[in-house]
């Protein structure tokens, strides 16, 4: 199994639930978070006055799967945040050594 993780615009999510929904990926975790790369931030105006916003706000999308819907999900995800502008996000997939459902106790890709 793997967990893979996706941080993206804001405005993305909706679009990559429903591209992993269509591969039938339901189960998922959504975070707001906030972050930098490349972009290392903006400038903004308020009231007159100038100030950096160095940590810009995203979302972690977490989903794990099997080993063999990896290759699916990523493609999914690359297709569906992709705008070919500095901070598009970062995909990482990790590997995952157990999952147990606790209202069953399923374990493994059974509680997937």
Known sequence: MKKIECITRPLKVEAIKDALGQIGIV???????RGCGKQRGRTERYRGAEYVVSLLPKVKIEVVVSDEQVDDVVNA?????RTGEIGDGK????P???A????TGEAGEDAL
């Open 27 to 33: 189960g998922m975790t959504v975070t707001e978070v």
């Open 77 to 81: 995800i690359l297709s569906t945040a």
């Open 91 to 94: 995909i990482f997939v990790i």
């Open 96 to 98: 995952v050594e157990q």
């Open 100 to 103: 147990i459902r606790i209202r």
